[in-house]
């Protein structure tokens, strides 16, 4: 979402028009292939889903979106990940 690399929309994984939060970043660390996780392992999910995490992230996400509309629901997304401290691997 940081990179605007994508259309970030609700309500779907993919779509012609846009993708998912989830999705965004899953193809920006590589692990996003053919309509599905792959290669991620526990930090991501597997080929069916996101992780339980990436999920529940996922499902509040459009919940927010549809009730604020999907600018707000973004933009409350950036102000929090700006809010906490970023961890890189060393």
């Known amino acids: 979402m940081r990179s605007g690399w994508y259309t970030i929309e609700p309500n779907k994984y993919e779509s012609a028009t846009g993708v998912c939060p ?16 792959a290669d991620g392992g526990p930090d991501w999910g597997d080929e069916t889903h996101p992780n339980a995490e990436g999920f529940e992230f996922a499902v509040s996400f ?5 009730e604020v ?11 929090e990940l700006g809010a906490r401290p970023v961890s890189v691997a060393a």
């Open 22 to 37: 989830v999705v965004a970043a899953a193809k920006i660390a590589g692990v996003w292939r053919d309509g599905h996780t």
């Open 62 to 66: 459009d919940v927010y979106a549809d």
């Open 69 to 79: 509309g999907t600018p707000a629901a973004v933009e409350m997304v950036l102000e």
